[in-house]
């Protein structure tokens, strides 16, 4: 059991270094075929809006399916948007590539791969240490999705040493994720068949935990709603069109971010057993997101970097809080399909805001998507307390 939670971290790790890479070189390299700002936000929201598609067919077929299978697919997918993007300069064809594909432009917990990795790892650890080893899952992400962020700005360096041109370097990235793909079919190849309970034939997906799960989902679509007007790609653009700071600038910046954020996270387990799940989420949730709306406020760029890494330190604490109290309350028979269902308004939520993003971006370079989305993430914080603060984990937990 223990060999299988390792492995999960470890394609973890991968796939942030891959997404931390694409996510900052995105905005950047569209921007350099000629894509407006309005464009690239279409395209964002196309990524996202075929994340929530694939989320929803693993939701409904997971019970049935063997999860090393589903992440086998995954991965094919992932290869074909590598070389998608590496290949492709025209609007149409980028937009049926992000739609189709797995390319992740926030380098956050918006993946067709995600539920079915929380899936594993509740299965082969104790409740005891589920929180505990969530967190160890998101901070393996973050930490890799920095490195990833740091070299991003690798492709504008080569360019200018050897004289090509800086989209024809940025294109490597984008082979890049392909090959990480390659990689992470190898290990999700070496899994186990699942050991979990398979759900009846003619069992919905959801059944004892429907109701709860329903709750949890419109919940997390307006954090969602909020977290799609700041997905680190758009990040990148507003940084640009605010302060003029270029993407290896950025890069570094989102760097720093994920090491703190990393850090942070470390944490989490210890501040969950002290004032439980909920209280954690809620806690570490609030400042974050008035430091957001500080950033999309203050007059320099020194200041707003400032607040970006201080929302950064606190604000995915309560991933892997969020992520435990999900897999706490649902039998485990039904844990895949709720990962699918928590996740998939996520998904479907954070797509339409980089849209509005871009169409603002065309016309001021203000921090408004900044505070549009910190606004929104408050609202979501004080109706979760108000509503789960009482609901406890499953008797077995």
């Known amino acids: 059991m223990q060999t299988i939670w390792r492995r999960i971290l470890l394609t973890r790790g991968l796939r942030g270094f891959a997404d931390g890479l694409v996510s900052v070189l995105l905005a950047g390299y569209l921007s350099r075929l000629g894509l407006s700002p309005g464009a690239v936000g279409a395209i964002v929201t196309g990524t996202l809006l075929g994340s929530a598609a694939l989320t929803i067919v693993v939701g409904l077929a997971g019970h049935r399916l063997e999860p090393r299978h589903v992440l086998l697919g995954a991965s094919i997918l992932m290869l074909g948007t590598g070389l ?37 790892l509740a299965e082969t650890v104790r409740p005891s240490d589920r929180t505990t080893i969530f967190a160890r899952y998101n901070v393996s992400g973050t930490l890799a999705g920095a490195l990833g962020a740091l070299v991003s700005g690798a492709p504008a360096v080569i360019a ?36 979990k309970r398979l759900a009846p034939g003619g069992t919905p997906p959801l059944a004892r935990s429907r109701h709860i799960v329903l709750e949890l989902s419109a919940l997390f679509t307006l954090d969602s709603l909020g977290g799609g007007f700041v997905v680190q790609s758009l990040l990148v653009l507003w940084l640009y069109r605010r302060f003029a700071l270029p993407v290896e600038v950025a890069g570094t910046i989102f760097f720093a971010a994920g090491l ?9 387990a210890k501040v969950a057993a002290r004032v439980g799940l909920i209280r954690t989420m809620v ?10 709306v500080l950033a999309g406020i203050v007059p320099s760029a020194p200041l707003a970097v400032t607040f970006l890494l ?85 008797p077995e937990e």
């Not at 940025?170 to 899994?191: D, I, K, M, Q, T």
């Not at 806690?283 to 957001?292: D, E, I, K, R, S």
């Not at 309560?318 to 699918?340: F, I, K, L, N, T």
């Open 310 to 394: 201080l929302r950064a330190l606190l604000s995915q604490m309560d991933v892997p809080a969020r992520q435990a109290y999900v897999m706490a309350v649902v039998p485990p028979e039904e844990r895949a399909a709720a990962a699918s269902v928590t996740n998939v308004p996520r998904s479907l939520a954070a797509a339409i805001p980089p849209l509005l993003t871009g169409m603002m971006l065309d016309r001021s370079a203000f921090g408004w998507p900044l505070v549009c989305g910190g606004v929104l993430k408050l609202v979501y914080d004080l109706l979760l307390l108000a509503r789960f603060r009482s609901v406890p984990p499953l």
């Open 260 to 268: 703190v954020s990393a850090a942070s996270q470390f944490v989490s």
């Open 160 to 195: 200018e040493r050897r004289g090509i041109d800086v989209v024809v370097a940025e294109r490597w990235g984008f082979l890049l994720y392909a090959g990480v793909a390659v990689v992470l079919a190898n290990v999700y190849r070496r899994l186990p068949p699942s050991t």
């Open 84 to 120: 998608g993007f590496a290949g492709l300069t025209a609007f149409w064809p980028l937009l049926v590539v992000a739609v189709l594909g797995t390319l992740n432009p926030s380098a956050g917990d918006v993946s067709i791969f995600l539920p079915v990795e929380q899936a594993v």
């Open 283 to 292: 806690y570490t949730h609030v400042p974050a997101n008035v430091c957001l």
